[in-house]
Structures are given as C-alpha cells and as structure tokens.
C-alpha cells in the first residue's frame, strides 16, 4: 500500500517537468517558423537620371565663359514719387455737402473734387457790405472836406486826413471783395457754397474726407492728395552688407511681379541713412518712369549692375528648359544615360545663347536641345 503510494505522488511530480521539457524540445527544433522574415534593401534610385533608345541622336555643347559686371537683385515696391503729391487745401470751414470724386480717380487741373457748406461765406459778406458802408462814408466825408479846403475853412492836414480815411477805405472794400472771390462766391450773390477743386492734373492718392464730414479751413489732414503718377519711386530693402555695392545715380532695372516679362529702366537717386535695426537693412530709392500701368504698391524685383567684372557661363538658349518656374539643363550620364540638373538663367546674350548664373561651369557638355530629349523622354 505505501509502494503504491509512493508512486502516484512522484508521478504527479513528474508531469511539470515533462510539459517544461517538451515545450522547449518544440522551440529549439523549429526556430524558422518564429523568426522575423529577413528585410530586403531596394537600391535607391536617382530620378533625375533618364536613359534612351539612340543617345547619339542627341547633339552635345559645351558651356563657354561670359565676361558679365557683378550685379546684386533686391525686391521693393511702387510707391509715389512724393515731391509730386500735391495736398487739396479746403479755403473754408464747414460741412461737406457732396464729393465728386474718390480714391484711385484720375483728375484734372480745375476739376470740381467736393462742395461745402460754410459760414465763412456769410461771415466773409458781412465782413465786405460793411466794409463797402465804411468806403461810401468815407467818400462822402472826403468829398465835403475838399469842398471846405477849397473855400478856405479847414487846413490841408484836415483834407489829408480825409483822403486817407477814404483810400483805406478803398483796400478794405476790394480786400473783403478778394475773399468771397477766392472762396468762388460772388460779392453781389453769395449762396454759402464753396467750390473744392483739382489745383494739378493727377491721381487722387490719398482721401480724408466722406460726405457729411466737417472740414476744417487750411488745417490737416487735407481732403484729397493728388499725385502726379508719370514717374514713381520703387523702394527697395538692401542688406547692410550689399549697400557697398550700390551707388548714387548708378542705373537699375526693374521687373514687376504683376509683368515679369518687362524690364523697366531707372537709376539710384537716394540711398537711405538710416537702417532698419531688426532687418538691418537700408532704403535705396529707384526714380523709374511710369508706362501707365504701374500702380502703387506693386511688388518689384531690382538688379543693380556693379562696376567690376565676373565671369559666368553661357549656353545656347535651346540648352535650357523651362519647368514650372525652373531651368534645367541635360547633361551626359554613364550607361548612355542623361541627368537633369537644375540651373539658375540670368540675361539673354547674343547668338541665341543664355547666361547661367549657377549649376554648371565652363567647358561642360550639355544636351544642345533639351526640350527635343525632354518629349523623348515622355514618350
């Protein structure tokens, strides 16, 4: 009975260590079913590199070197040219009654801007019927006083006094007179209007004023800026560092963002004093004459032209091609391939070649007709 025992108990030891056992024999004998697969490396592979059927067929230059003067490309923008801003003066105080014009509206010489309904005109009419009182009094009292000089009753000092009484007269009348004039009311018909005009041909720059606002006689901030828009200022930002390099008087050539094919002509005339303490960068004023289609505020690109001489390279113009606002130009591979490389054109040259600033050097083969490999490539 105790053998019997004895036995049942060390069996039931037993079974632990024979489940420990068998789950390790079953690892140790299949470990390629629980390793993770092996990584496959996939050569990387260049996209600028394009390979053809016949590259013989594709003509080779080289890129020769360009004598150019150094040049340095700023951006600005159109401003106007301000000792052409001509201030519109209201000559009276008071309430605006109607504006015919607004912002932005080309004007001429004596064009009526605006009217005012103002107290100086009644103020200026009492000002000159008292004025004409005085004048017919005092004609009166000088008449008499040579009458009694004549026979003899009062001393010329008497009829000098008189007459001088009378010519003052005189001036105080044409001067209240002058007033209602230049307020453009007439002395015998004042209406209490005031006529606000153009004094200059122009465009209207700047307005302070809408209808029913008050005005104030001679006092800023004027109604209306008028500027003579024929030639403007492009203001641009030069990095301390450059403002060595440009000028006074040297020439500029300008590109609108809004016409990028255009090149306009101008020259330096004031490079600023004074620096911007966070940009450190300085004011450099262009005077350039407007085609017409300038307006103020435009974004502009300036490149001003340096006095020593660099060398850059020059390719035919056929060499480069034009993708999304980018050149690039076909250069020879291995393996009769191509590679596309990205350049930087600067001007036109003569012979149908092209300036480029950057991405190739001098004596470099180069696809002569690049958008001729380019459709192939697409093919």
Known sequence: MKNTTVKTILLVLSIPALLTLHGCSKVAADPAKEAPPASKVIPDVDITLFAVDHPEQFPFSTATEHPSTSELTVTGNVTPDLTRNVPVVSLASGRVLEIKTKLGDTVQKGQLLMTIRSDDVASGYSTYRMAVADEVLSRTQYERSKDLYDHGAIALNDLQVAQDTEDKAKIAVETAEEHLKLL?????????????????????????????????AYSTPYPFTISDLSKIWIVCDVYENDLATVHMGDPAEVRLNAYPGQVFKGRVSNIGSILDPTLRTGKVRIEVQNPGFMRLGMFVTATFRGQTMEMHTSVPASAILHIHDRDYVYVPAPDNKFKRVEVISGDELPGKMQEIKSGIKAGQQLVSNALVLERTIDQ
């Open 184 to 216: 453009g009311n007439d002395p015998d018909k004042p209406a209490g209007i005031v006529d606000v005009i153009a004094t200059t041909s122009g465009v209207i720059t700047d307005q302070q004023v809408t209808a029913g606002s008050l005005v104030q």
